[in-house]
């Protein structure tokens, strides 16, 4: 039950950026195989906290994706301050009901960002760490 849980809030996640901002988001088993950049949304942990109604908590993160190159531009730091405030748009969605995917979602945080590189794959990654309490 948690990986549908975690399923549907990385859907639910995809929407609410995707509906706010001009870049492609995926969820973590979709298709990475396109070019940066990109985000992604990870639910890496669905815990359920009380049986009795499917209440979970459910951490991951947003990750950012871009060409290593590019990582210094303002362009990109601009990109990056658009997802810090998408999020913080989405964190005043505490309540929310998706009954298409029977999701509520009733608690979303985020933390500060890290960023990370790959030389090997000349990517930049910035992560936000998330945490939502979900019945679902």
Partial sequence: ?????????EAWL???LQSRLPLTFLPSKGDT?????FGVVVISKS??????????????GIVFISHTDDATSQEHKDKVESIR?????IR???GELDEGRALH??????????????????????TFPITLGVTG
């Fill in 1 to 9: 039950m948690a990986d549908s849980v975690s399923d549907k809030v």
């Fill in 14 to 16: 995809v929407e609410q």
């Fill in 33 to 37: 195989d396109i070019e940066a950049p």
């Fill in 47 to 60: 815990e359920e906290m009380i049986a009795d109604i499917d209440l979970y908590t459910c951490t991951g």
């Fill in 85 to 89: 405030i998408a999020l913080k748009e």
């Fill in 92 to 94: 005043g969605l505490e």
């Fill in 105 to 126: 979602v009733h608690g979303f945080d985020f933390g500060g960002m890290k960023s990370n590189d790959s030389e090997e794959e000349s990517a930049h990654a910035d």
